[in-house]
């Protein structure tokens, strides 16, 4: 009997423990997208719509397996989820040409100045204050941006990585504000299926507009890409939230560029220079910084 108060705490511990497992399981998975990317000799459009295609089916799959309603609710939630599948799109594509311009690591810590746009953006889509202290959260991510290359040479591939991964953060942070309003309403994996559909018809074009003769080649990477980054990472990431504050999920999820250089160092023999460390430092820290204080 003495041992009975001790085993509660103890198998919550165990609980909470697991949860945190997986939810960096999750961005570990997610955080292949920038290897894949990178390494995808395709036009990005084409990866792109392929990604969405396949993970689609697998989503669907699993909404179905689970029960989850794929009903839309009505016309007004139909143009808000056409709208944000088109900064989804955007953001997926700009990040991909990212990828391919410049290396891993500049184009995911470029990706993650999203959480101080989303900040500096958020008072234009509901009634949130401004709050002051992102000015300074964003000087630190200007300069960090500004580490990260300091030779402004719109002929540089590095400086044309980082400019399309701030249009890619920007496209991220405009479809995370649409979305938010519709996440009480709706499963997130139903979010996200609708999110794959739109995409998948809106990028159809790109199948023939675009050589995609090598697509053969390619194949079991982008399959790695829909199944292992998409539908599996980005599912495990959403259900996660049933047990963690935002806020906590994204100081987690600020961990994606920290294991993306690592597998782009292993899969690609990408090395970090100084200035990618120093500048990836102080973006992080933001996302850090700026988590820790929506806890209050």
Request: hydrophobic content about 55%.
């Amino acid at each position: 009997m003495p041992l009975l108060p001790l085993t509660k705490p103890t198998k919550v511990k165990d609980q909470h423990l697991k949860h945190v497992l997986a939810l960096t399981f999750a961005t570990l998975l997610i955080s292949t997208s920038g290897s894949l990317g990178r390494y995808i000799s395709m036009p990005a459009p084409v990866t792109i719509w392929w990604r969405s295609f396949l993970a689609l089916f697998l989503l669907l799959g699993y909404c179905k397996y689970k029960n989850i309603t794929l009903k839309i609710n009505s016309k007004r939630d139909l143009g808000a989820f056409v709208l944000s599948a088109l900064f989804m799109a955007s953001h997926w594509i700009t990040y991909f040409i990212a990828l391919q311009l410049s290396s891993v690591a500049i184009g995911m810590l470029a990706l993650f100045t999203f959480p101080i746009m989303t900040a500096f953006l958020e008072p234009l889509f509901s009634k949130t204050k401004f709050d002051y202290m992102h000015l300074l959260l964003g000087a630190m991510v200007l300069l960090g941006i500004y580490i990260l290359s300091p030779e402004l040479d719109f002929q540089n591939d590095s400086v044309k990585g980082i400019l399309f991964g701030l249009l890619s953060a920007f496209c991220y942070a405009l479809r995370i504000l649409i979305l938010k309003q519709y996440v009480t309403s709706y499963h997130g994996s139903s979010l996200m299926f609708f999110q794959l559909l739109i995409i998948s018809i809106i990028l159809l074009p790109a199948l023939f507009l675009y050589d995609t003769s090598n697509i053969s080649t390619q194949f079991p990477f982008v399959i790695i890409l829909a199944l292992v980054t998409t539908a599996i990472g980005h599912t495990l990431f959403i259900q996660s939230l049933n047990h963690f504050k935002v806020s906590t999920a994204s100081i987690i999820g600020s961990t994606q560029p920290i294991f993306g250089i690592i597998i782009a160092f292993f899969f690609l023999n990408e090395i970090p220079t100084w200035n990618t460390f120093f500048g990836g430092i102080l973006i992080l820290s933001t996302v850090i910084i700026e988590s820790l204080r929506s806890r209050k």
